[in-house]
Structures are given as C-alpha cells and as structure tokens.
C-alpha cells in the first residue's frame, strides 16, 4: 500500500539550529516521485523540492537539504541555521503510478516546525 | 505569473446545502487536482483532471463531484453537505501529470 509517514508531529528549535525532518515512505512501485511542501500559516502550499525514484543524489538549496535513501524507503529534509521564517508546516508526499494513480499526492501527516528567536 | 487562484476564500453553508468551489490553474497547466484538508484526516486526495477528463478519484463519496472546463479552470462541487465537509479545499495544477504541482490559497468551506 502506499503510505507516507512522518513520525514527528512538532518540533521545537531555537533560531540557528540545525533541523531534520523525517519521511518514510511505503510503495509497491519502481518509478515513483517524491516531494516536500511548506505551508505557513497563510495556508498554502508551498512546493520545495521533488526528486525522482532513480535519482538518489542528495540536494542542497541554500540552507535546505533533502537525503534520499531507497534502502531505508527515507527522504529526509534538513534545514541548517534555522530562522523564524521557517515556522510552518512541512509536508513529504509520494506520487507513484500504482494503480493508475499518477498524478495524485498522497501526504503524510506533517511536521509542525516552530523556530523561536 | 499568476498563480492558482481559488475562490471563493471562505464560505459558510449549512447542512443539506451544496457548494461550488472554483478553481484557475497557472496559465498553460493542463493538470488540475482537488485536495480536502483537516485536522483529523490531514490532506487526502479527491480528484485529478486533465483536459477535461477525470483521470483519478480519491476514496470520497459520490457527493463530491468536479469538472475542467476547456480553459483548464476546474469546479468542484459538493452536494447534501455535512458536517464534517468542513474543510480547506486546495486545487493544485501542474503542467502535465505527474509534474510538481501548485496549489492555491484554498477555499475554507465551514458547515453550520
């Protein structure tokens, strides 16, 4: 079945700190894609990145960095020297063609990130 | 370039009424997904379409309903509303399916 799962409800950092979130994944596909959306309180979803099943090279943009690995079904994002601008809640979502689904997202629940000054 | 534009913003019905959410894609997106999104369910996926068609269904019942329009503007319609059809809505539109998808500030539909 195809599942997304982020163990970590909230997090809590101060300003400047180095943060994780997790994301593990659950697909019966090869070819699949996965991504990670912000949505700050505003309410919308902000695309950050999207990365292939065949393309395990990490990613760094700016002070963001995703880790892939297919071995642990992981796709993880770091954001280094956190800021307050970064409170907000971080989805990862899957999209695979399992059952003629490509094209749908399926989310997991999310990560609520809160960097205080 | 315009993003995706949803509206209404916000909307109030009562129960046993239907509602009509619109939504208009990034100009030359021909992909347009609906999603429901609530605190309990989280974001779940309600449909896909793609000129004009309906490509992919989520697991929701019969009374949520949508359509794309050749301009690839998309409604989404829910009918018999209930209480638990409270929810931000958000449309999403991409290039082609399976491209990153954007999404919009969301309608919030409340159900008195």
């Known amino acids: 079945a195809q599942k997304v799962t982020q163990a970590q409800t909230e997090i809590s950092v101060v300003e400047k700190e180095d943060v994780t979130l997790d994301c593990v994944y659950e697909?019966?596909?090869?070819?699949?894609?996965l991504f990670w959306y912000k949505q700050p309180p505003s309410g919308e979803l902000v695309f950050l990145i999207r990365?292939?099943?065949?393309?395990?090279q990490n990613e760094i943009s700016g002070r963001y960095s995703w880790n892939f690995q297919k071995s642990t079904s992981s796709f993880n994002f770091t954001i280094t020297a956190s800021q307050v601008v970064d409170s907000a809640v971080y989805f990862c979502a899957l999209s695979d063609t399992y059952g003629g689904s490509q094209g749908n997202l399926i989310f997991g629940k999310g990560t609520k990130l809160s960097v205080k000054p | 370039k315009a993003g995706v534009t949803q509206t209404p913003r916000y909307l109030i019905k009562t129960r046993g009424q239907q509602v009509t959410l619109s939504c208009s894609p990034i100009s030359g997106h021909r992909s347009v997904s609906w999603y429901q999104q609530t605190p309990g369910q989280g974001l779940q996926f309600l449909f896909e379409?793609?000129?004009?068609?309906?490509?992919n269904k989520g697991n929701f019942p019969g009374r949520f309903s949508g359509r794309q329009f050749s301009n690839s503007r998309s409604e989404m319609n829910v009918s018999t509303l209930e209480l638990g059809d409270s929810a931000l809505y958000l449309c999403?539109?991409?290039?082609?399916?399976?491209?990153?998808?954007?999404f919009g500030d969301g309608t919030r539909l409340s159900i008195l």
């Open positions: 990365r292939n099943s065949f393309d395990e």
């Open positions: 379409y793609f000129s004009e068609t309906q490509r």
């Open positions: 999403a539109s991409s290039l082609y399916v399976g491209q990153p998808q954007h």
């Open positions: 697909t019966r596909d090869t070819t699949y894609y």
